[in-house]
């Protein structure tokens, strides 16, 4: 069976939303948007925005508000439009300094993330934002991330990852090993120029890297493969560290290797 097959077999299994219906949605969603006199611009966001839709996109959807608006009310009413019209059953809040992004859940499994943003705020913060309707404002894109904080997180979880093995808390031991493999893998992202966040870039990482590091991947709970799992890891990181900065590898190499068992 192909992974197309499968994917269609796999959708029409469930009770699940389909391509047109989300499509539907957002153009409804973006209709309503653009019939409220309290909203005045929208966006798409994610993958709408580049051109990346596919079978599993959720709809993301920035809505700019009226200066002249109470924010609470607005959200309260296109929150009750999800759940009384669109059929919500629940939803998340995320916070970006003063914007709210709103994720629901509806009933048929889509994922529909609206975000609330100030007139003043209102523009992109990454590639990933097309204008439908008002003005944006100019803003600076937010850096990207910083190597040097990645290279650090992954020696903070190496050294929780001895620890926790040394105290026989496997599972501890394993969720630490997760997030350095995490971490050393986001280095290698933004090495090859793919997106490291949330791992959306790990998977069109050259062939070459990405089966050595499948060895990465803890097979069971047993000490011995939990340690096996760390040696692969730390090398990595020290790999990644030496592209990086030859200056910091030579710092810190040594005291990463004389972490492990």
Same mark, same amino acid.
């Given at each position: 069976?192909?992974?197309?097959?499968f994917?269609n077999?796999?959708?029409?299994?469930?009770?699940?939303?389909?391509?047109?219906?989300?499509?539907?949605?957002?153009e409804t969603?973006?209709?309503?948007?653009?019939?409220?006199?309290?909203?005045?611009?929208?966006?798409?966001?994610?993958?709408? &925005? @580049?051109?990346?839709? *596919?079978? %599993?996109?959720?709809?993301d +959807?920035?809505?700019?508000?009226?200066? #002249?608006?109470q924010?609470?009310?607005?959200?309260?009413?296109?929150?009750?439009?999800?759940?009384?019209?669109?059929? &919500? @059953?629940?939803?998340? *809040?995320? %916070?970006?300094?003063?914007? +709210?992004?709103?994720?629901?859940?509806? #009933?048929?499994?889509?994922?529909?993330?609206?975000?609330?943003?100030?007139?003043?705020?209102?523009?992109?913060?990454?590639?990933?934002?097309r204008?439908?309707?008002?003005?944006v404002?100019?803003?600076?894109?937010?850096?990207?991330?910083n190597?040097?904080?990645?290279?650090?997180?992954?020696?903070?979880h190496?050294?929780?990852?001895?620890?926790?093995?040394?105290?026989g808390?496997?599972?501890?031991?394993?969720?630490?090993?997760?997030?350095?493999?995490?971490?050393?893998?986001?280095?290698?992202?933004?090495r090859?120029?793919?997106?490291?966040?949330?791992g959306?870039g790990?998977?069109?990482?050259?062939?070459?890297?990405?089966?050595?590091?499948?060895?990465?991947?803890?097979?069971?709970?047993?000490?011995?493969?939990?340690?096996?799992?760390?040696?692969v890891?730390?090398?990595?990181l020290?790999?990644?560290?030496?592209?990086?900065?030859?200056?910091?590898?030579?710092?810190?190499?040594?005291?990463?290797?004389?972490?492990?068992?």
């Amino acid at each position: 069976m192909s992974p197309k097959d499968f994917v269609n077999d796999f959708a029409g299994s469930m009770s699940v939303f389909t391509p047109q219906a989300r499509e539907q949605l957002r153009e409804t969603l973006i209709a309503n948007a653009q019939a409220d006199p309290q909203i005045i611009g929208a966006a798409h966001t994610g993958s709408a &925005a @580049v051109g990346r839709v *596919d079978r %599993w996109s959720n709809i993301d +959807l920035a809505l700019c508000l009226s200066p #002249e608006v109470q924010a609470d009310q607005v959200i309260e009413k296109w929150t009750n439009r999800l759940y009384q019209i669109h059929d &919500a @059953v629940t939803h998340l *809040d995320v %916070w970006w300094k003063t914007t +709210l992004y709103r994720v629901f859940l509806l #009933e048929n499994t889509l994922q529909v993330d609206l975000s609330f943003w100030s007139s003043e705020e209102f523009g992109a913060t990454g590639p990933a934002f097309r204008l439908v309707f008002g003005t944006v404002n100019k803003r600076f894109l937010q850096p990207s991330t910083n190597p040097s904080d990645l290279v650090g997180m992954a020696w903070l979880h190496a050294l929780h990852v001895r620890s926790s093995i040394a105290r026989g808390r496997v599972w501890q031991s394993e969720y630490m090993l997760s997030g350095m493999r995490n971490h050393v893998l986001a280095l290698t992202c933004l090495r090859y120029g793919v997106s490291e966040h949330q791992g959306r870039g790990i998977d069109e990482l050259p062939e070459e890297l990405k089966s050595p590091l499948s060895a990465a991947l803890v097979a069971s709970l047993e000490v011995s493969e939990l340690e096996r799992v760390f040696r692969v890891i730390m090398n990595a990181l020290c790999a990644e560290i030496e592209h990086l900065d030859t200056e910091v590898a030579t710092r810190l190499i040594g005291s990463l290797k004389a972490m492990i068992p």
